[in-house]
């Protein structure tokens, strides 16, 4: 155990080192970000980030003196994770902000802004809003195998589903806020939602979670992804819908630069 917890970070350093050289914007991309800054981003940063997570619950659980209960364990993990919260948002900044560089002193002609606007509108987006109902989904899981403790109260139990049809909605409207009006960002979340939606019915006839409080969190996700899914098939149809939309969107909204190549329209034949 011990050995495995040294080596990890020497080998992540090593790596990292041995990488550093092959950036220089000539097109080694990944998502448009440089390769060797998304490798900092999206595989390095994460692998020291578990590995010190497991070193600190390695210190904590077996070379303490004295023997830390729950509460203490979670305020130590929290204040750890919020610091490598800030840790992470810091390089994520660095990296996009070093593929600007990157690009703009392989070619100084290169549109920065065009790129910018490219993670503002699309990239983080989709990042954002798949990666929230994929730990909705998560929570879901766990919640068949760890349900809840405590009473059934049935009033309580239809709030929270009533609940998740209400958010449902509320998710559906904020992800066509995000909408930037062109590419495939709507088509790419409407099929996360009705996949994640039939990933919950999958789980539903496998495990056959009761239906109760206990697993509440399992059933409010449920109809959360339902009500959107629902939402994602009629919403953008309805003048009503749009209206209401429209109450909530900020100043500015929807004037984007184009992004991505108009498709050209087909010559009639004669």
Known sequence: ???LLLSIPLLVTLFG??????Q?????EIFRLDLVQFMYLFVLTPTLYVWMK???FYLLRSELAFQLNMTGLFVIDTIFSVLAFFTFAALAMHSLTKTFWLKRTHDPEFDVYHLSEYFHLHWTHIVIWSGGMTLMAFIALVN????????HIVYQFYGLLGGGIFFGLLTFIGIWGSDPGQGNFMQIMK???IIIFVFHVILYFVFDPPFRQAHGAYWFSLFLFLSASVASFFFDKSAHAKKVRGLWLHVGWGD?????PLPKKRKNKK
Do not use: T
């Open 144 to 151: 068949i195998f760890i349900p809840f403790q405590g009473m």
């Open 191 to 193: 099929l996360l939602l």
């Open 54 to 56: 497991s070193f600190l």
């Open 24 to 28: 220089d914007g000539k097109g080694r």
């Open 256 to 260: 984007n630069i184009q992004l991505f």
């Open 1 to 3: 155990m011990k050995l």
């Open 17 to 22: 080192f041995g990488i550093y050289k092959f």
